[in-house]
T-cell receptor, first 111, second 118 residues
Framework: DAGITQSPRHKVTETGTPVTLRCHQT?????MYWYRQDPGHGLRLIHY???????DKGEVSDGYSVSRSKTEDFLLTLESATSSQTSVYFC??????????FGDGTRLSIL | AQTVTQSQPEMSVQEAETVTLSCTYD???????LFWYKQPPSRQMILVIR??????QNATENRFSVNFQKAAKSFSLKISDSQLGDTAMYFC???????????????FGTGTRLKVLA
């Protein structure tokens, strides 16, 4: 299995607080992605990275920011969490012409 | 824009029988990849099978096989000899290379929930 670790696995927080989710890989893959999974929507892309300090927006990027200062780490930040951001968040990695491999997900609840 | 459609939100099958999950997609690309992922109750996303669009032969992985119809833009997954452990959400996904940015774009369907009955 691809070496991808997401932390934390579960988090409960309050509206208005900042939240950071971490994705760590040991595969040295170039591409990293953050998705959110909600019932009826499948997986929706939030942000992705194609190299250190190279990131771009996905289809649901409002309210989220990312950073990638090292190949192995990709951070997702909710600047001021809202209840609509309650979701399961997945990190994925991939290499050239390869399928994505996913972390185990983070369940985030915002009260 | 590319889209991926899974028209069966839920399906069930008896243990040991065969079931087919449907997926259609829309693209103007000629080179792309298609995947099926399985998400059991544990929430992990597990790659089941992949198909390169330039290959005419349908991919097979043990009990899992696909029926890839490029002209019809259809990519169905057949599970033979269904087992209780096949109970999961199944996602169809499309991938293409974006030449302008050098990145890869993935589009996922909304999933089909499969329940295998004992």
């Amino acid at each position: 299995d691809a070496g991808i670790t997401q932390s934390p696995r579960h988090k409960v927080t309050e509206t208005g607080t900042p939240v950071t989710l971490r994705c760590h890989q040991t595969e040295n893959h170039r591409y990293m992605y953050w998705y959110r999974q909600d019932p009826g929507h499948g997986l929706r892309l939030i942000h992705y990275s194609y190299g250190v300090k190279d990131t771009d927006k996905g289809e649901v990027s409002d309210g989220y920011s990312v950073s990638r200062s090292k190949t192995e780490d990709f951070l997702l930040t909710l600047e001021s969490a809202t209840s609509s951001q309650t979701s399961v968040y997945f990190c994925a990695i991939s290499d050239t012409n390869q399928p994505q491999h996913f972390g185990d997900g983070t369940r985030l609840s915002i009260l | 824009a590319q889209t991926v459609t899974q028209s069966q939100p839920e399906m069930s099958v008896q243990e040991a029988e065969t079931v087919t999950l449907s997926c259609t997609y829309d693209t103007s690309e000629s080179n792309y990849y298609l995947f099926w992922y399985k998400q059991p109750p544990s929430r992990q996303m597990i790659l089941v099978i992949r198909q390169e669009a330039y290959k005419q032969q349908n991919a097979t992985e043990n009990r899992f096989s696909v029926n890839f119809q490029k002209a019809a833009k259809s990519f169905s997954l057949k599970i033979s000899d269904s087992q209780l452990g096949d109970t999961a959400m199944y996602f169809c996904a499309f991938m293409k290379h974006v030449r302008t940015s050098g990145t890869y774009k993935y589009i996922f369907g909304t999933g089909t929930r499969l329940k295998v009955l004992a």
